[in-house]
Nanobody, 122 residues
């Protein structure tokens, strides 16, 4: 699976962005999808996950209520709507794919995109 993330940028605290990830190369619905992030000097952390159909989702506690993951199986895309951004949300955000039709929360994924940088200014 090839994954191409986009949508990052510089935003003020309290602002919003919509991150998108386009998938190609395999049957998209064979994969659960996730978003991860890595801040400077910190370990990568799981942010959100969605199962193959889009009907099941999971979020890290730090983003619950502010971030929304969704997928469009006709367009082979997964998105992350990020609202009420805080400076501590500054990180490179990665989309990833896990083979299978489960909800893969905070586990190792099979394929990774290149990342898109989100910078939140205070």
């Amino acid at each position: 699976v090839q994954l191409q993330a986009s949508g990052g940028g510089l935003v003020q605290a309290g602002g919003s962005l919509r991150l998108s990830c386009a998938a190609s190369g395999q049957t998209f619905t064979d994969y659960g999808m996730g978003w991860f992030r890595q801040a400077p000097g910190k370990e990568r952390e799981a942010v959100a996950a969605v199962n193959w159909s889009g009907r099941s989702t999971a979020y890290a506690g730090s983003v619950k209520g502010r971030f929304t993951i969704s997928r469009d199986n006709l367009k082979n895309t997964v998105s992350l709507q990020v609202n009420s951004l805080k400076p501590e949300d500054t990180a490179v955000y990665y989309c990833a794919a896990h083979y299978g039709r489960g909800l893969y929360n905070n586990v190792e994924y099979d394929y990774w995109g290149q990342g898109t940088l989100v910078t939140v200014s205070s």
